[in-house]
Nanobody, 119 residues
């Protein structure tokens, strides 16, 4: 069982930066592929970024490439999402998710943190 808790959301202006954090419980954090998803009102949830077990390999949605950076610290059981040059269309609830290595679906989800970007 893994529990995930996001933090770092807030209200910012376009062009500002935010860093989201996701703290995971348990002693097997380095066995989980981690990801950030987001969901805006009336829209489907979308994958934003993911990171492999060691942090060497990352993937990003086209809409955030060059602006967002995902990273992890396995000693602290934490994954981060650095968001730069924020746009109003980045406004959404952001969720952290964990997928055990070798599996296809994300088994654990956080409660989400709200990011609102004003123009």
């Amino acid at each position: 069982q893994v529990q995930l808790e996001e933090s770092g959301g807030g209200l910012v202006q376009a062009g500002d930066s935010l860093r989201l954090s996701c703290a995971a419980s348990g002693r097997t954090f380095n066995m989980y592929i981690m990801a950030w998803f987001r969901q805006a009102p009336g829209q489907e949830r979308e994958s934003v970024a993911s990171i492999d077990l060691t942090g060497r390999h990352t993937n990003y949605a086209d809409s955030v490439k060059g602006r967002f950076t995902i990273s992890r610290d396995n000693r602290k059981n934490t994954v981060y999402l650095q968001m730069n040059m924020l746009k109003p269309e980045d406004t959404a609830s952001y969720y952290c998710a964990a997928r055990f290595r070798g599996t296809d679906n994300y088994q654990y989800w956080g409660q989400g943190t709200q990011v609102t970007v004003s123009s």
